[in-house]
């Protein structure tokens, strides 16, 4: 069972390799705005930081998670501002020991303090939108595409944090939805730490540029 569990989690993060070509750049037949709200879901190691941020802001209350969001939006626009002197700065070497951090707390089950909370979420807005700014682009684009990633990782992030509070409500799913977001959170820390033994040995998703 788990050799089987391993292989699972290996062909999680082979999978994800391949979307790292259209992570940065035109996507066919998208606006700008378009490719930045999908650029979420085609870079790697950012779909896994806002899964794991998710899953963790499942499992926080109400008032810690308002301030939270408030935190994760401002890095989010902090950081797409700062693609514009940066231009495209490799963002994956933060966002993958990020993304393996919020993963090992929702699968002990732990959340942690209001700040530590506001800092995680913080930190993960501005990797995530650092790395959200295509150079290929010219300047009012690029504006647009980090309009779309803001929105697309708040989405995300939104609404992965609003299903699992509200499921975690309910008496008779209280219990198996914690054991879920701890399995999801064991299976985030397995392809997290995939990813970064692969990055270690070169560029899973960068293609140069």
Do not use: N
């Not at 993060?13 to 979420?40: N, Q, R």
């Not at 902090?78 to 940066?86: A, D, E, K, Y």
């Not at 985030?188 to 990813?195: C, N, P, R, T």
């Amino acid at each position: 069972m788990a050799v089987k569990r391993s292989h699972a989690a290996l062909a999680g993060g082979l999978a994800l390799m391949p979307l790292g070509a259209m992570a940065h750049g035109a996507i066919p037949g998208a606006t700008p705005f378009y490719v930045g709200l999908l650029h979420p879901l085609l870079a790697p190691a950012h779909v896994l930081m806002l899964l794991a941020l998710g899953l963790y802001l499942g499992r926080v209350d109400e008032t810690r998670k308002a301030v939270a969001i408030w935190a994760l939006a401002l890095g989010l626009v902090l950081g797409g501002l700062l693609t514009l002197p940066l231009s495209d700065p490799d963002t994956d070497r933060g966002l993958l020991p990020l993304a393996l951090a919020c993963a090992v707390l929702v699968a002990a089950g732990r959340t942690g303090p209001a700040g530590l909370v506001a800092t995680v979420c913080a930190l993960a807005g501005l990797l995530v939108g650092l790395g959200s700014g295509d150079p290929g682009f010219a300047p009012w684009q690029r504006f647009l595409t980090i309009g779309g990633s803001v929105v697309g990782a708040l989405l995300i992030t939104g609404q992965l944090a609003f299903w699992g509070e509200l499921l975690g409500r309910q008496p008779r799913l209280a219990h198996a939805t914690a054991i879920g977001q701890r399995i999801l959170g064991g299976w985030l820390v397995a392809i997290s730490l995939l990813m970064l033994v692969l990055g270690s040995l070169g560029p899973l998703t960068r293609t140069g540029g």
